[in-house]
């Protein structure tokens, strides 16, 4: 019994102890932190090359198309919120890599022959697009940059005949389609 109101008297100090301590004033203000994304990497389309050297022939019945373009982007930077005596953190969206369709090269030399009877078509390029930048709100609103973003161009065709070397086509030969290439929005955080 003794031991328990003795407990009891002891925990009751201590309530009073923490209820009365002031808080440290550098624990009372809050800083909004930065925010940056990191960048992505390239999604290029294949290439398809194809060399006839000296007396050599290369023969296609099919079609011959290179590959499209992928998606590659990047995520939103958002800083976070200071208060009304410290500052919003900065935010920054990476860099977005290159979406570019891929190329088709063709290249006959000496007395070699390059005949394709179907159609060359080089790749689409894809969409690259970087993340929105979103400064954090407090004392001064923090700062925003969205990234740069990629190429997204669509592929090419080219064909390279040297010597007395020949490139026949039987079909269409055409050029792939630019893609999307895009920057997110950069929005700098509020001043209270």
Sequence with gaps: MKFAALSSLVAAMCALLVAGT???AALNKRWGFDARTGNSGNVNGGNITALAEGISEIFNNGSLRAGDGGHTFTGDAIGG??????????ATSGDSGDANGGNVNLTAEG???IANEGDIRAGDGGTTETGDAIGGNGATGGSATSGSSGDANGGSVNLTAEGESEI????DITAGNGGTSSSGDAIGGNSS
């Design 168 to 171: 026949l086509n039987g079909g």
């Design 111 to 113: 007395e070699s022959v």
């Design 22 to 24: 002031p808080v440290p």
């Design 81 to 90: 919120n200071g208060n009304s005596s410290q500052g919003g953190g900065s």
